[in-house]
């Protein structure tokens, strides 16, 4: 479990073979986990200087993570510990899919960017709401029928990868896991009839 609050932004040293090796100054065990571009992943070995996981076919196929190289930016995040205050929003790290953003308008220090993201994300994004966008909590501002806008903070902009957003760039995206719990409890009430 994260929070969506990035803790520093590593880079890609290599990625051979589904080994993906990020430097990061990090401390994490092997078999922690660790938010990569909001994709959990297990520490797999590591030293003072980087941490290195391995990426399955299917993590790839579903994430923008396949189309890291040396010298990629990802937010990084260790898993949430028990005590830890939860400053964002409740992030699996299992991401829903990958979206691209549309545009960026700046406003005042801060930038309103819009995501087109695929319909079956969209249908979780309320107004004001949560959604993750690679691995960082943000509220949604505004909703159309392509995709939703957040506005970024100086701070936001500053210490994640989502400051060097352009126009076509692919994030991952996962949607607020309350919704897929309502969703799926409003469907069992009615296959089974409203008893209240």
């Known amino acids: 479990m994260f929070t969506g609050l990035v ?20 401390v994490a065990a092997v078999g922690d986990s660790v938010s990569i571009a909001g994709v ?7 030293d003072r200087k980087t941490l290195a996981f391995d990426a ?3 993590t790839l196929a579903r994430t923008t993570l396949g189309r890291l190289a040396p010298g990629s ?21 299992h991401v829903d899919g990958v979206g691209t953003a549309r545009s960026l ?17 969209l249908r979780y994004c309320v107004e004001k709401g949560s959604v993750a966008v690679d691995g960082v909590s943000l509220t949604v501002a505004e909703i159309d029928d392509e995709g939703f806008a957040a506005a970024l903070v100086p701070h936001t902009l500053a210490v994640t990868t989502l400051g060097s957003l352009v126009p076509g760039d692919e994030v991952n995206l996962e949607a607020d896991v309350l919704a897929k719990y309502v969703e799926r409890l409003a469907g069992l009430r009615s296959l089974h009839g409203d008893n209240g």
């Open 56 to 58: 399955v076919p299917e």
């Open 73 to 93: 930016s990802v937010n990084l995040e260790p898993a949430l510990r028990a005590g830890e205050a939860l400053g964002g929003h409740y992030v699996q790290g």
């Open 105 to 121: 308008e700046p406003e005042g220090d801060s930038r309103r960017v819009w995501f087109d993201a695929p319909p079956d994300i």
């Open 40 to 46: 959990c992943l297990t520490v797999v070995d590591g």
């Open 7 to 26: 803790r520093e932004v590593g880079t890609v040293v290599s990625f051979d073979d589904g080994r993906l090796r990020v430097e990061s100054s990090l």
